[in-house]
């Protein structure tokens, strides 16, 4: 996606060979252009998987979740990772460790909101290694629905999760991937 790539080199700052900051567009200040043509893009690629759910993790996933979700004109549900005194009974839950803030959170989704039947596509806004994206997976699978899709934003090609979520099974999108973040450059990988 062109587009996402020209702000991600215009924009994103590499702050070390793992690290791209992107908070100008996409997880601080967001860019609606641009998170309508992500959504329009995970809508095209995921045309036709029969999808009536879109699942996300708070806070980063949630702009390119509901504009993927608009697009696909069915609800979208955000994974909460704070506790909330209404979010206490009928809830799945699942351990998520972030790379970025190098913490573990437990996610939770209210059962009411993904039944047996559903097909859900997970959008994420990084893809790194996995953890988010597995953890969504499982609580869809909790569920007795069904994982029709990952749609990544952007994907750090250089670590594992990409390659974990695929030889799972999982079909994983990703709009952009990031090959290398050396000597403070972004390097693209060849799209698939």
Do not use: C, W
Not at 73 to 84: D, G, T, W
Not at 114 to 124: H, T
């Amino acid at each position: 996606m062109q587009l996402l790539k020209q702000k991600v080199l215009d924009e994103g700052i590499v702050l070390s060979n793992r690290v791209l900051k992107v908070d100008s567009f996409l997880n601080h200040q967001m860019d609606p252009v641009l998170m309508k043509e992500v959504g329009r893009e995970f809508t095209r690629r995921f045309a036709g998987e029969a999808v009536n759910r879109v699942l996300t993790i708070e806070s980063s996933g949630i702009a390119p979740g509901i504009m993927t979700a608009l697009e696909l004109e069915v609800p979208m549900i955000f994974a909460r990772k704070q506790k909330s005194l209404t979010l206490r009974d009928d809830i799945f839950v699942e351990k998520v460790y972030s790379f970025t803030k190098q913490e573990t959170n437990e996610i939770t989704v209210a059962k009411k909101f993904i039944q047996p039947g559903d097909r859900v596509l997970i959008i994420d806004d990084f893809l790194a290694n996995g953890e988010a994206a597995f953890g969504l997976a499982r609580i869809v699978e909790q569920a007795g629905a069904t994982v029709a899709g990952i749609g990544i934003v952007i994907e750090k090609a250089f670590q594992p999760g990409g390659r974990l979520l695929k030889e799972a099974g999982y079909r994983v999108e990703s709009l952009v991937r990031v090959a290398a973040l050396d000597d403070g450059k972004v390097t693209f990988a060849d799209q698939d």
